[in-house]
């Protein structure tokens, strides 16, 4: 699986948009990009994944650059319950070891009231 | 409701014991997964099983031991030979199609004493 790099925190307003970079040069031509997020001592979550199209969901919205390089990670009103721990993944589709998610540390997003 | 159970939510055992962490899910998925989580690190995966009867070593397989008897079964067992047992333990499930997000019990959180 390519690698990701993503800032270890970020703060945000409650209310306002919460825009999560992440990078990920390495990238094949056939592997997406995951976003899961978890709250403090529960399991994460899935919010959304894309290829190299935008992709919108009811959580939120992700922005792949063209040359699929990096992307963003949006969740356009923020709330307090959106404070978690962002994960950026990129694996391949496909069975076997291919459904391995290979987590890093993410981002601690805070949402302040 | 469906979804993935892990029981117990805590659990305390003593060091030289072996310890079994339970996984069920009624999503009806086939592949099944056990992640290890420490203090401020990322997921680290242990075993992972694609069908009933069948699973595969992941990255920290060593002093674990699995089984997939049932498909909405998939034991851990944290075996005295495991050096660091400390941590939180994720239990997943996955469909098996090539692009399906992985679902996520509450964990369990081992402390060997």
């Known amino acids: 699986d390519a690698k990701t790099t993503q800032p270890t925190s970020m703060d945000c307003a409650e209310g306002r948009a919460a825009n999560l970079p992440c990078n990920h040069s390495t990238i094949s031509g056939n592997e997406y990009v995951y976003w899961y997020r978890q709250i403090h001592s529960q399991g994460p979550q899935y919010i959304i994944h894309?290829?190299?199209n935008n992709e919108t969901n009811e959580m939120a919205s992700l922005i792949i650059t063209e040359d699929r390089k990096s992307s963003t990670l949006i969740l356009p009103h923020a709330t307090l319950r959106d404070t978690a721990v962002y994960y950026c993944?990129?694996?391949?589709?496909?069975?076997?070891?291919?459904?391995?998610?290979?987590f890093g540390k993410g981002t601690l997003l805070t949402v302040n009231p | 409701d469906g979804g993935i159970t892990q029981s117990p939510k805590y659990l305390f055992r003593k060091e030289g014991q072996n310890v079994t962490l339970s996984c069920e899910q009624n999503l009806n998925h086939d592949a099944m997964y056990w992640y290890r989580q420490d203090p401020g690190q990322g997921l680290r995966l242990i075993y992972y099983?694609?069908?009933?009867?069948?699973?595969q070593k992941g990255d920290i397989a060593e002093g674990y031991s699995v089984s997939r008897e049932k498909k909405e079964s998939f034991p851990l067992t944290v075996t005295s030979a495991q050096k660091n047992p400390t941590a939180f333990y994720l239990c997943?499930?996955?469909?098996?199609?090539?692009?399906?997000?992985?679902?996520f019990g509450p964990g369990t959180r081992l402390t060997v004493l």
């Open positions: 099983s694609q069908i009933v009867n069948d699973f």
């Open positions: 997943a499930s996955t469909t098996s199609g090539a692009y399906n997000e992985q679902f």
């Open positions: 894309g290829l190299k």
């Open positions: 993944i990129v694996r391949a589709p496909g069975g076997g070891s291919n459904y391995k998610l290979t």
